[in-house]
């Protein structure tokens, strides 16, 4: 990356982000002086694996902190609920940069053939990108502007750009070969030059090290792996970037907030899924070349009548998206996952007009003797949806809705009970006024080991 390049990325990074990063800056700026019940942002624990192997509840009992993360997120306001258990924090483990611990490496599922990897962060890592990431993502989708262009968690804008691309022509949809694993951190870097605060945040929280299977342990020169809390979010932001620069090439002047509001409803950014004007594919996808990322040509369709976006695939604006088994067949009562998966690509057949297959589908599932009624989309049975209706075979004494007979899912959270300062400490971080979802929470936490169901009467509604 040459000098202009940078200076153009910085400018770029400015225009688009400017207000969203000041104030985020300023945010950070504060945190350290506050107490932990009036703290902003403020961290949580999510339900998955951590490269420490804290699970559940006793993430909420961690026992490992980093000296780069204390600088910025001290424990006396992240790790206890209150100044006068100060004397826990003997307890906790204080790592200097060469001894943090790296992400581990794994793999889950993703298609039949091919699993996807990603990388587990280490519990005290993960707990501060969590912070940064939701006060992040809410800037972005409350912005004027740039909620326009960039979303985290509704990909329907792009499913229907990608419908208008098809139909017109005038829009294309790009995909990214690995995109994740292609933004440097040197990126990420000169995005946030000009908001020293927020840099430092960023950088305290990110793992510095990976742990690869058969390799050993590696530095990181990318940002992140998938797997940190901040990975989806810093890579839409950084396409955004590129993706602007390329426009501003292609129109041969420097890009006005006039133009900005002109390409509405015209560029859009979900993750490494992007919809641009088909008169600025080859600047843009240059502009993604030069900077080391890899434009799928397998994915990416600007010519013809064919567009691809967020699993949604049209041709002259009809859907003709395909539906992809995932799961063999269930062989009888008590295959579980492959039980759910069926019920999923039945009802997805059925959808997409394919009744025969679907009728075929149910007859395999009658011949097995596997309950499988009609029921509503709405209904926890797992069954199959239907125009025509749903079965009844009683009515609920007290709610007076219909019930059948079917499976429903029966997953249990693991054991994981909490007590103490980590109990006090899961209340003091828990958002909102309404108390927890599930009165057994201190009892049992995370995702669950194994998927189960029952057979039981449910509402087919």
């Known amino acids: 990356m040459s000098e ?5 990325f910085v400018q770029m990074s400015s225009f688009l982000w400017h207000d969203i990063l000041k104030t985020l800056d300023r945010k950070i700026e504060g945190v350290s002086s506050s107490n932990l019940s009036d703290q902003y942002p403020l961290p ?12 559940g509840n006793k993430k909420y009992e961690q026992s490992e902190w980093t000296e780069r993360l204390e600088y910025i997120f001290p424990m006396g306001e992240y790790l206890i609920p209150s100044s006068r258990y100060f004397e826990n924090l003997d307890q906790v483990n204080m790592l200097d940069p060469g001894k943090e611990r790296p ?49 985290f968690d509704d990909q329907i ?22 995109a994740s694993d292609s933004v440097s951190n040197q990126y990420v870097r000169l995005m946030m030059t000009r908001y020293p605060h927020l840099a430092e945040a960023i950088d305290a929280c990110r793992s ?19 797997g940190s809390a901040l990975c989806f979010p810093i890579e839409a932001m950084t396409f955004a970037v590129l993706i602007f620069m390329g426009i501003q090439d292609g129109l041969k002047r420097p890009l006005t907030q006039k133009d900005m509001k002109s390409l509405r409803g015209q560029v859009r950014i979900y993750g490494d899924d992007i919809i641009i004007p088909v008169s600025f594919v080859q600047p843009v996808v240059s502009r993604l070349e030069t900077f080391g990322f890899l434009v799928n040509a397998g994915k990416s369709f600007w010519t013809g009548r064919f567009r691809e976006s967020c699993g949604k695939e049209f041709y002259a604006s009809d859907d003709v998206s395909i539906v992809r088994v995932r799961q063999d067949l269930p062989a009888r009562r008590g295959f579980v996952p492959e039980i759910v998966s069926l019920s999923s690509l039945r009802n997805q057949f059925y959808l997409n007009g394919m009744w025969q297959t679907a009728r075929w589908l149910d007859k395999w599932m009658e011949d097995r003797n596997i309950p499988f009624p009609a029921v509503l989309p709405t209904s926890p049975v797992y069954g199959r ?36 300062l980590g109990a006090m400490l899961k209340w003091f971080l828990k958002e909102g006024e309404e108390p927890f979802a599930d009165k057994n929470h201190l009892e049992r936490a995370g995702r669950p080991k ?8 449910a509402s087919a509604i």
């Open 385 to 420: 949806w239907s125009f025509l209706g749903y079965d009844q075979e009683k009515m609920h004494h007290d709610l007076h809705i219909p019930l059948v007979r079917g499976y429903v899912d029966s997953s249990k959270a693991p054991k994981s009970n909490l007590d103490g």
């Open 208 to 226: 510095r090290k990976t742990d690869v299977p058969h390799y050993g342990v590696k530095r990181l020169a990318k940002f992140a792996s998938m």
């Open 103 to 151: 992400v581990k490496v794994t793999l889950v599922p993703k298609t039949l053939k091919t699993p996807r990897i990603i990388a587990m962060e280490p519990t005290c890592m993960m707990y501060t990108q969590q912070a940064i990431m939701k006060i992040l993502v809410d800037e972005i989708e409350h912005h004027d502007n740039m909620s326009n262009f960039v979303g």
């Open 44 to 55: 949580r624990h999510g339900p998955g694996s951590t490269a420490d192997r804290l699970l």
């Open 4 to 8: 202009v390049e940078k200076i153009d």
């Open 157 to 178: 804008p792009n499913q229907v750009l990608a419908r208008i691309g098809s139909s017109n022509g005038t829009l294309a949809t790009l995909d990214l070969s690995e």
């Open 450 to 457: 194994t998927s189960d169901i029952i057979l039981r009467f």
